[in-house]
C-alpha cells in the first residue's frame, strides 16, 4: 500500500477515536488547582486592568527582575511594555541607585528587550549590571510597522518618565540616569540625549508629564545619527531611492522623505552644550551603519562643548562580529567592558 494511503486510513481512524474522545476528556478535566468555578470574582463594572501575576524571576546574587511591566497603554496598539531589574538591596529602602535605560535594536521593525548581537544571555547581562547597585530597564518601543517616527521616540522618553514616577516604588535616584542603546536603540537613545534641556523636542502627551525624560548619560553601540547621509529630501527622479527599512520608520514616500522629519530624527541636529555626556563605539568595518555616522556625531559632540569618546573597533561589522567567533567575543567584551567603566566613572558617589 503506498505510503500516502497508508496515512490517510491511520489518520481517518485516529481522528474517529479522537473525535469521541475528546468532548470526555474535556468534560472530566480537573479544575486549576485552589481555584474552583465559584471562586471566579465579578465586579460591579468593567475592568480593563491587566490582572494577569506579575512575573518574577530572581538572577544570581539575588537580583530581582520584573518581566513585561507595562508602562503606558496607546489606544489602538499594544500594551508598551519593560524588563526590570532591581538591585539586591532595592526593598531596603537605605540607597537609591542610578537608573540604566536600554534600548533595543532591530531595525525599528523588529528585535525585543532580550537580545544584543552576539551577547547569549543579555538578561543575565543586565541582571549583572543591576548586581552592581543600578535599577536597568529594558524598553520595548512601538515599531516602524505599527507606527512610525516619533512614535518610538515618544514611547522611550515616556518610559524614562514612567520610570521617575516610580522612583520610591524601585529605589531609583532620579538625578542620576543614563541611556544606552545599538543600532536603531543607539539612534533612540541619542535622539533622548540630545533632543532635550535647552534645545528639546516638542513633548508628546504623556502619561507622566510632569517628570523628565532627560539623562545624565548616552552610550550607543553603531548608531545612526544623520539621517540626511542616507535618505533624499527632495523628490529627484534621477537620484537615490529611501531604503525600505527607512522608508517606513521615517514615514517617507519611496523618492524622498519630507525634511522636517528628518531632521527631527536625526541626533545630530539637536546637539547643544547642554547635552549630557557620550560614549560611541562602532566597528569600523560595519556595513549596515557606516563609521562615519559615529565620527560626525562625536565631531559635533565635540564642537559643541560636549564630552564625547568614540571607540573603533578594527576588524569587526555590525553587531561587533568578526570574521571569527574569536574577534566578534573580543569586541563584544572590550564594547561591553567600556560602558560599564563609563557609567560608573559618571555616577561614581
Known amino acids: 500500500m503506498p505510503i500516502r494511503s497508508l496515512s490517510s486510513m491511520y489518520c481517518r481512524s485516529i481522528c474517529t477515536v479522537l473525535a469521541f474522545a475528546l468532548p470526555v476528556i474535556l468534560l472530566t478535566a480537573p479544575q486549576a488547582s485552589g481555584q474552583s468555578v465559584e471562586d471566579v470574582g465579578i465586579a460591579g463594572e468593567v475592568i480593563l486592568e491587566d490582572r494577569y501575576p506579575d512575573r518574577e524571576f530572581e538572577f544570581a546574587n539575588a537580583v530581582m527582575s520584573f518581566a513585561d511591566v507595562v508602562y503606558a497603554t496607546r489606544v489602538g496598539y499594544r500594551p508598551l511594555t519593560l524588563d526590570l531589574y532591581l538591585p539586591p538591596t532595592y526593598e531596603t529602602g537605605d540607597a537609591s541607585y542610578p537608573l540604566l535605560v536600554v534600548v533595543h535594536g532591530g531595525g525599528w521593525q523588529g528585535g525585543h528587550t532580550r537580545h544584543s548581537g552576539a551577547f ?52 531609583i535616584d532620579n538625578n542620576r540616569a543614563a541611556i544606552m542603546g545599538g543600532s536603531a536603540g543607539g539612534q533612540l537613545a541619542a535622539l533622548v540625549g540630545t533632543a532635550c534641556g535647552e534645545n528639546a523636542y516638542p513633548a508628546a502627551e504623556s502619561e507622566a508629564t510632569a ?109 561587533f562580529i568578526g570574521d571569527t567567533p574569536e574577534a566578534t567575543i573580543k569586541a563584544s567584551r572590550k564594547a561591553w567592558d567600556e560602558t560599564i567603566d563609563f557609567i560608573s566613572h559618571i555616577f561614581v558617589e
Open 211 to 319: 517628570e523628565s525624560a532627560c539623562v545624565q548619560a548616552v552610550v550607543t553601540w553603531y548608531g545612526v545619527f544623520d539621517f540626511s547621509e542616507t535618505v533624499p529630501v527632495s523628490d529627484d527622479p534621477g537620484g537615490r531611492a529611501v531604503p525600505g527599512v527607512l522608508a517606513t520608520y521615517l514615514g517617507c514616500k519611496p523618492t524622498h522623505c519630507d525634511e522636517r522629519v528628518v531632521h527631527d530624527a536625526s541626533a545630530i541636529s539637536w546637539v547643544d552644550r547642554s547635552d549630557p555626556p557620550f560614549l560611541m563605539i562602532h566597528g569600523v568595518d560595519d556595513p549596515v551603519v557606516a563609521i562615519e555616522q559615529s565620527r560626525k556625531m562625536h565631531q559635533a559632540l565635540k564642537t559643541a562643548g560636549v564630552a564625547s569618546t568614540l571607540i573603533e573597533i578594527e576588524g569587526v561589522r555590525h553587531s
Open 120 to 171: 547569549s544571555d543579555w538578561p543575565a547581562a543586565l541582571a549583572s549590571i543591576a548586581n552592581e547597585g543600578y535599577v536597568v530597564a529594558s524598553v520595548e518601543y512601538r515599531l516602524s510597522g505599527e507606527a512610525a517616527f516619533p512614535a518610538a521616540f515618544d514611547d522611550v522618553r515616556d518610559a524614562i518618565r514612567w520610570l521617575r514616577a516610580k522612583a520610591p516604588d524601585y529605589g
